[in-house]
């Protein structure tokens, strides 16, 4: 089975990559399960309903969120009856949505993926790792393909959940940092693992934003608007194969697309 993770989408320039080379790649490569992190969808901070539809649109089949996800606020209601839109599983249980979903991927196999948000450097949210113990505890045995994005700041808290769910799940990728690792690896226990997987959307700024704004508040400390930058749009991706058998990942790849 075939898992396609798209990373960070940021504003018009990474949902546009997407429309235009998602359904491609995903029939050229024989894609199984499309999942990509949206929270940043729209001009780079936050989705809203309109944006997730077009996104699930495009072919995505789950839509993993993180620290921005309730930057819009329109997206309060659509998310508790939106289950393939997760908000991180360790936020607050007041707050709406989940962080867990199961479907069936387009060959017929059953599958999870969980959503979780760290704490070092981040705001302060529920243990991470045990709230990956619960939701893992709630998933029948019969489901053995499951991915986990942990949308986190410092790699060695990607690194430790890592180790702490290998052999638990078929993948644990990380997110939030807009800039791919070189670290792919599977771990002894069968977890596929990347510490970041990287941002679809413009690469000629600063993490997708238009470097002046973030380079004058680098220089002064004062406030800055910050907007979408252009120019340089990729789409980064990780590509694993997993044994639907055992969900013990064969394999794992790094996938980086241009526009045309």
Not at 134 to 161: G, Q, Y
């Amino acid at each position: 089975m075939k898992i396609l993770f798209v990373g960070d989408i940021v504003g018009s320039p990474g949902r546009e990559i997407v429309s235009d080379r998602l359904a491609d790649i995903v029939e050229t490569r024989q894609i199984d399960l499309v999942i990509a992190n949206g929270e940043n969808s729209a001009s780079g901070f936050g989705i809203t309903p309109r944006l997730a539809e077009q996104l699930f649109g495009a072919g995505i089949e789950v839509l993993t969120g993180g620290n921005h996800i309730w930057d819009r606020k329109e997206i309060l209601d659509y998310i508790p009856t939106h289950p393939r839109l997760l908000r991180p599983a360790n936020f607050p249980e007041i707050n709406p949505g989940a962080g867990l979903f199961q479907g069936s991927a387009r060959n017929g196999v059953p599958y999870a993926v969980l959503n979780l948000q760290g704490r070092v450097f981040m705001a302060p949210n529920d243990c991470p790792f045990r709230a990956a113990d619960r939701e893992l505890a709630r998933i029948p045995a019969e489901v053995r393909v499951i991915f986990v994005d942990i949308h986190a700041e410092t790699t060695s808290e990607k690194k430790a959940m890592g180790w702490y769910l290998d052999g638990r799940v078929s993948a644990v990728i990380g997110t939030h940092t807009h800039v791919a690792t070189a670290d792919e690896q599977i771990l002894p226990g069968g977890t596929a693992y990347q510490t970041d997987v990287g941002m679809t959307g413009p690469h000629n700024g600063v993490i997708g934003m238009d470097k002046e704004a973030p380079l004058r508040r680098f220089l002064d400390g004062q406030p800055a608007r910050f907007e979408v930058a252009t120019g340089d749009v990729q789409m980064n991706t990780v590509l694993i194969d997993v044994d639907e058998s055992t969900g013990r990942a064969r394999a794992i790849e790094r996938l980086r697309f241009r526009t045309d």
